[in-house]
């Protein structure tokens, strides 16, 4: 299910991506679910989309939550599917905020934390740098270790835990960190655009099937999409793996 609200714009480069690894990718509106039009139960996984749902204002995905959150059926709907076994979840940007704030019926996502204002006080568009820690992330299995380009686009990046220990409790978990030119962990504007501590700019649940991520990498599957690349790129760039790697966990 490729799951969308008012305003998100990047649900068909994530249904490309999606369809490209040879998933059957389904257009889902939220208007669809909380009319009952459509269940989630009939779907292996979702992918929340980015772009500038609730005009990008008040919280842009806060809002998303909180419409699926005071939404009986909504909340059944999306509790349910996070308590099965056999499902998986992808959000990115707006649906990386969103999901973030519906921790409290995710399994495993007590860790997440709440994405607030860049630290630049601007909304960040640009290709950025950043490496894939070891995590249990089905998305990123075999790819720890990577350095890769990915563009971001959005004004609430940063990740604020409520404490130390918090942040501490998400080490093993994180799924993306911003870095450098010499490719260390880095808070340093513009290497990192939001600021956030330890350039932690994705997360993912301590099971690895829930995964949440603010740069974009729907954007840049196609090494054509690049600004730059090596000559032994194919028309797939290495971003491409993590979808392949979805459907590698669904059998």
Known sequence: AILR?????????????????????IDVHMSDIMAGRVSLS??????????????DVLGAGEGWAKSI???????HEFQSFFERSDTFALGVCNGCQMMS???EIIPGAGHWPHFQR?????????????????????????????????????GE????????QQ?????????????????????QYPFNPNGSPQGITGMTSTDGRF?????????????????????TWSEDSPWMRMFRNARKWVG
């Open 157 to 164: 990046g940063f990740a604020a835990f409520s404490s130390n």
């Open 5 to 25: 609200e008012q305003g998100v714009n990047g649900h068909v480069e994530m249904a490309a991506a999606f369809d490209r690894a040879g998933f059957v990718a």
């Open 69 to 75: 959150l005071f939404n009986a059926r909504a909340r």
């Open 167 to 187: 942040l501490e409790s998400a080490s093993s978990y994180v799924a993306l960190r911003f870095v450098d030119h010499s490719g260390a962990p880095t808070e």
């Open 42 to 55: 009939d779907y292996k996984g979702f992918a929340a989309c980015g772009g500038f749902s609730y005009g």
């Open 118 to 154: 860049n630290l630049s006080e601007q909304f960040e568009a640009r290709f950025v740098t950043v490496e894939i820690p070891r995590s249990p992330s089905l998305f990123f299995d075999g790819m720890a270790g990577s350095r890769l380009p990915i563009t971001v686009a959005h």
């Open 211 to 231: 995964t949440i991520l603010m740069p974009h990498p729907e954007r840049v599957f196609r090494t054509v999409q690049h600004s730059w690349h090596v000559d």
């Open 101 to 103: 704030n519906l921790h």
